[in-house]
DNA sequence: GTGAAAGCGCTAACAA
DNA sequence: TTGTTAGCGCTTTCAC
């Protein structure tokens, strides 16, 4: 068996109490005893049970992540965020990915919960109100983080899609665009962010007085991109579209390996932007104008408040946003 | 407070042991007192404390993954099929990033250890033994996962990177080119996968009584690949380069991009395969051709042996193999 | 089939 | 400054 703090008590010739408030600082040993006790440990490479000191404490220094998948990209830099701001304060995360299953989220949820953790961030793609009440139901600090939809009145953080969006499309429109084809993703439930997309896209048209033209693809896939390429081309012709601004990279990504299969050069034919600001929106050719999501910022943020919560602070603002950033690259040129 | 075994077995009117029994399944119950306690639990929501539990049964149920940086998507890749897997046996992940600094591994894997985690599983990117010789101390399941190195008598999950070289040399080869430029990463610490690597290659250049030509990089990023470009530009005209093997992906994406950049066309002025098959691989353009590294299997292999061995199966071979695939994508062509 | 009691490893009164 | 003791919520003997 592995060693306990009876054991270093024994052989430092104290009470387990010694030892206890040796290890945790929480009262005042005198020198001799300390220095019995840590010799004791030392030697035996002893090492405080965490499980038995939760029990006690209450406290697992323990939060759980809930995932949609930590294959994507974005949801993968969430984590980086979420980690590393939690180690700082002695957090550690368990982590479950859910694919999407609200039946799965909500399992997850309640076993993260018999785990004790002291906090849940939930990355979510859709929004189920049912998982949502049963974690707020825990009075635990919860954080709800969806790129995708707005959730009123949750603690989240997240950016101003509507501003990046009317920033994106005045940026085209000042390179000299004037018809601006916005690719949005077919979405009639409440709370999508494309609502707010469309409205900053409408905003910036309508400020320069140019006709706006949206059309849907069936999700944010790079086969979805790549899927509404003839339509584009029909369009680059017949309504002299020379941008398109697509709601997300992958699309964006699609979008311009049709253009790369179809001989169509980006951005001398055409310029395309995207959303998000993936890895691959630098690395792939033409390098992608796109809007900076601060993923790794918004997991760090997140977890960060919860952290505060669980130390005393009350959050006033459930939702906080986070600054956002045009990032100019080689997609997108001047006309 | 929550609700605890105390309440359900008040409100059933029964002990405590006997609700103990029921969520359990122990011993048997009369249909009548298992009755009841079903319904104090139904009614009062109780959940069973996994801290109490795991105390006592000392079964945390706890996985430790540390990885180097979750952000790399194979690393997500694995942490998918480690997180998948480890569900399906009721195992949770507690997840750290120690971004390649050993001192921070070796703090993680003693913090798992005293959260009673009953396995680890270890993603490295560099070899440090003692780290290793101190989770070996621990005792418990332990796997090893490393894409550049190979640590002999270590349990690992991995593939076969002489074979995997042969197999795609060849394939240039039979693909008519006959000059074929190897780019490796510079590294002369032993176990490194590159020495077998260029072993592979070596062996298929002899088979078909080629001229070998191995070129070093700095590391495994898309910069360096692009660092590699003009060297490879005078390389084409001065030594007829019609093939470059890189040694990952990532070195692969870079050099195109330089040959995008420098108005070299891949594959019609040059064949560049790579290694890895990353998710970039095959949305790039042009798309990849690359050896696949079944990332996701290796985690799922990794986690499922570490089961067996809590489960009681002894593990006989450290090293397990899976087997790599050939991807032919178009950024290599017949000459 | 059931309850009482011990104990997992630890912290936190409380008393000395 | 120190030791004794009670418990954290649970499982598991051991009697009955």
Redesign the interface.
């Known amino acids: 068996m592995s060693v306990t703090i009876k054991d270093v008590a024994k052989l430092a010739e104290v009470s387990i109490s010694t030892v206890s408030r040796v290890i945790n600082n929480s009262a005042s040993v005198s020198p001799e005893a300390r220095r019995r006790v840590l010799a004791a440990i030392d030697k035996l490479g002893y090492?405080?049970?965490?499980?038995?000191r939760?029990?006690v404490t209450k406290k697992?220094n323990l939060i759980g992540v809930i995932v949609t998948?930590?294959?994507n990209?974005y949801v993968?830099?969430m984590?980086?965020g979420i980690?590393?701001v939690g180690?700082m304060y002695n957090y550690?995360?368990?982590?479950?990915?859910s694919y999407g299953n609200p039946k799965t989220e909500l399992k997850f949820a309640?076993?993260l919960?018999?785990?004790?953790v002291e906090g849940i961030i939930l990355i979510s793609e859709d929004v189920d109100e049912a998982v949502i009440d049963v974690i707020k139901e825990f009075n635990i600090p919860f954080m709800y983080l969806n790129k995708y939809y707005k959730v009123s009145n949750l603690p989240s953080v997240s950016i101003d899609n509507y501003e990046a969006s009317f920033m994106m499309t005045k940026y085209l429109l000042e390179l000299g665009h004037e018809n601006i084809l916005y690719i949005t993703v077919n979405n009639d439930k409440v709370g999508s962010v494309e609502k707010d997309k469309i409205e900053g896209y409408r905003k910036a048209m309508e400020e320069f007085k140019k006709d706006e033209l949206i059309l849907s693809t069936k999700d944010f896939t790079?086969e979805a991109g790549y899927d509404m390429g003839n339509i584009l081309e029909n369009l680059i012709d017949e309504r002299n579209i020379t941008a398109v601004f697509c709601c997300q990279d992958e699309i964006a990504?699609g979008l311009?390996?049709y253009c790369?299969?179809s001989n169509i050069q980006v951005p001398k034919d055409i310029s395309i932007c995207g959303y998000g600001d993936t890895?691959?929106a630098s690395?792939?050719?033409?390098s992608i104008t796109t809007i900076k999501e601060p993923y790794y910022d918004i997991g760090a943020v997140a977890i960060r408040r919860i952290i505060k919560e669980l130390e005393g602070d009350k959050i006033e603002e459930p939702s906080i946003y986070l600054p956002i950033q045009l990032i100019k690259r080689e997609s997108c040129r001047r006309i």
């Open positions: 090492k405080p049970n965490q499980v038995a939760s029990l697992s998948d930590i294959g990209s993968a830099q984590m980086r980690e590393e180690r550690d995360i368990l982590l479950s990915s309640e076993l919960r018999s785990k004790q790079v990504i311009i390996n790369y299969d890895k691959m690395i792939y050719r033409p």
